[in-house]
């Protein structure tokens, strides 16, 4: 049954959940899944641990969440400018810019994402919880297949070279995630900066795979 089922307000439910996610996105960046506590959650939102129980079943149901909506959030961004005009070198430099702009603005939600699952905790996951990373699963390759369905139309109007284009596109967004080891938000960094720093690091990231 959904929230709505029982005369709840789903706009305030939802914003509710959203604010939760958020800041779990950044405690678990700054002292990392293992160390961060639900108390640590609650009091980023200025609420009891009960308030956070309420939405979500354990710290490891808000990290699915959180990883769920940031693989959301990015494809969202970034989607569109795969179907867009130009070449598909263009649109792959469209793309991966949108993708890295989108990190920069939300480092929590990427964290969780790169950190994965290790096996030994997949072991222990409930059913429901495997059934959200299944979701979960699913939607990184469907956008590790967006990436790599341009990059062909590149290799087809030949504005990126041929290769191997699993691997292509792996390096690529291995790349594109990197910046995540070291990029930090300045204080006034506004988004034309982070624009521009995004561009530089596309034009970098995709330096090996452009024609002459």
């Known amino acids: 049954m959904t929230a709505e089922t029982f005369g709840v307000d789903t706009t305030a439910h939802d914003q509710a959940r959203r604010q939760i996610l958020d800041a779990a996105a950044e405690v678990f960046q700054l002292r990392g899944f293992d160390r961060a506590t639900i ?20 710290k490891f149901d808000i990290y699915l969440a959180v990883y769920e909506e940031g693989m959301k959030n990015v494809r969202r961004v970034v989607e569109p400018f795969s179907t867009g005009g ?55 390759e469907e956008y590790e297949v967006m990436f790599r369905q341009v990059l ?49 690091v596309v034009g970098q990231a995709l330096g090996g795979l452009l024609r002459a």
């Open 86 to 140: 130009g070449t598909g070198a263009e649109r792959l430099a469209a793309m991966s810019e949108a993708h890295l702009v989108n990190l920069m603005q939300n480092l929590g939600y990427h964290n969780a994402i790169h950190q994965g699952v290790p096996g030994q905790r997949f072991a222990a996951l409930k059913e429901r919880q495997r059934e959200v990373l299944g979701t979960i699963n699913g939607l990184r």
């Open 39 to 58: 108390d640590d959650i609650a009091e980023e939102i200025g609420a009891t641990k009960g308030r956070v129980y309420y939405y979500y079943r354990s």
């Open 152 to 200: 062909e139309d590149g290799v087809a109007d030949a504005s990126i070279r041929d290769g191997d284009r699993r691997l292509m596109t792996r390096v690529l967004l291995s790349s594109l995630n990197s910046t995540a080891m070291w990029f930090r938000p300045r204080d006034g960094q506004d988004g034309a900066e982070i624009r521009a720093l995004a561009g530089a």
